[in-house]
């Protein structure tokens, strides 16, 4: 393993947007709203996590509904999301735990918050990790967040900046400051992209990876592929 300094990691950037095209950034949600469809995006794909939110938001207009709601009938609008009852009782106590502190269910007072003390509230909310804080800080306030999910997780692991092994609430720690603030969105939604077409958890193509040269494990893949050969 190797720490990566910033002119490499910005070099990877450069790379990935080489391949990728221009950066174009999501569609910024309400900060709840951020919270509760990154709690839907675990363990499943796009496609179905963005279904699950469509219905939950087409079944209980107001974030109060949800939090008032039958356990049961919040499972049932996000069945298609995958482990409905987990997320329903992980969103319904984030939800419970904002209206106690707050008074009501908004997280509106996290705007005049700085970037640390609104990871800080955000992770103290039950079930909240850095990963989730930081998508709601990147995608909902436009914040130098770098969220680590599993494909950024297993790409830099590649790469050697973190160990195998190390988890993803580490990596997160030892990463995010090192990354420059500039490409920190820019840079999780390439890695992302190159996490869906090229660097696969199974079979991943090295051969036609842009980052092959800069990538700890692109020999030892293909020592694994040449062996493989007759």
Request: aromatic share 4%.
């Amino acid at each position: 393993m190797t720490t990566p300094r910033p002119a490499r990691i910005a070099a990877v950037q450069r790379l990935l947007r080489a391949q990728q095209g221009g950066f174009t950034p999501k569609p910024g949600l309400p900060v709840i709203d951020e919270l509760v469809a990154t709690v839907l995006s675990q363990h499943t794909s796009d496609t179905n996590s963005e279904r699950a939110f469509a219905r939950l938001k087409a079944r209980f207009p107001d974030w109060q509904q949800v939090a008032d709601a039958p356990h049961d009938e919040v499972a049932d609008a996000i069945r298609c999301g995958g482990i409905a009852d987990q997320k329903a009782r992980r969103i319904q106590q984030i939800l419970a735990a904002i209206e106690d502190r707050e008074g009501r269910i908004s997280l509106d007072r996290l705007h005049g918050l700085d970037d640390a003390a609104a990871a800080a509230y955000l992770t103290s909310l039950p079930g909240v990790g850095p990963k989730t804080a930081a998508c709601v800080l990147v995608f909902s306030m436009n914040r130098a967040a770098f969220p680590i999910d599993t494909h950024v997780h297993r790409i830099v692991t590649r790469l050697g900046w973190i160990r195998a092994g190390t988890s993803a609430e580490k990596a997160h720690e030892l990463l995010a400051p090192l990354v420059p603030p500039g490409i920190r969105y820019d840079l999780h939604v390439a890695l992302v992209t190159h996490g869906r077409t090229v660097c696969h958890a199974r079979r991943p193509d090295c051969a036609g990876c842009v980052l092959r040269d800069l990538c700890a494990y692109a020999p030892v893949a293909a020592g694994r592929q040449q062996r493989r050969l007759p």
